[in-house]
């Protein structure tokens, strides 16, 4: 695996980073960027109070996503091109323009600010630095297996509402009250939904 779309693998080359400071926020800008990012378990915590945490079916199978803005716009916390939740970003912002897949590491050659030869150091040979390194990473491959065992526990397309698409991507949330601690995580986030879709969603 060495590309997908505009992401690459790191394995074997050197990247710099130039900042945000560099960029006019276009991975914040739906027309431009990305309007979803997919979760772990994990990251549930981290976004449910500022995003929607959204379900799509892929094929057959389900996924989660935390939805970053309405596919046309800017992310509603973008303000004069600076981030105003920048410390409690969701963990894929966080990250940009390095993405785990699998036990692969990518960046986003898509990013403005990425270089092959000038700015700060980003990965060495293919060993990201520290910095950019955080415990999101750390055994993702399992965190990734437990994140699907758990959403085929869930997988059953009765219990999921369809409410709108955003950059072709249908849209669905978990209807049954539950006790579960991530389904209430992501119920509590739909509060904010409204203001993502055409359609307005009631919760």
Not at 30 to 35: E, M, P, T, Y
Request: aromatic share 14%.
């Amino acid at each position: 695996m060495d590309c997908i779309g505009s992401f690459v693998t790191i394995k074997g080359r050197d990247w710099y980073f130039n900042g945000c400071s560099t960029c006019q926020g276009f991975c914040c800008d739906g027309a431009h960027g990305f309007s979803l990012a997919p979760l772990i378990l994990e990251d549930f915590e981290a976004v449910y109070r500022y995003f929607p945490i959204v379900f799509s079916f892929l094929e057959d199978s389900l996924g989660v996503f935390v939805l970053l803005n309405d596919g046309e716009n800017t992310c509603r916390y973008l303000d004069h091109k600076r981030c105003s939740i920048y410390d409690a970003r969701p963990p894929a912002c966080r990250l940009y323009p390095v993405s785990p897949y699998f036990e692969h590491l990518l960046v986003d050659t898509k990013c403005p600010s990425l270089s092959r030869t000038q700015g700060r150091l980003l990965c060495k040979n293919g060993v990201l630095e520290s910095a950019f390194y955080t415990k999101r990473l750390e055994n993702f491959v399992a965190k990734k297996e437990e994140t699907r065992l758990f959403l085929e526990s869930i997988n059953d397309r009765n219990d999921f509402e369809y409410v709108g698409k955003i950059a072709d991507t249908p849209l669905y949330v978990y209807k049954p009250t539950s006790q579960n601690r991530y389904l209430s995580m992501h119920l509590e986030s739909l509060t904010l939904l409204t203001s993502y879709l055409k359609t307005p969603y009631s919760a």
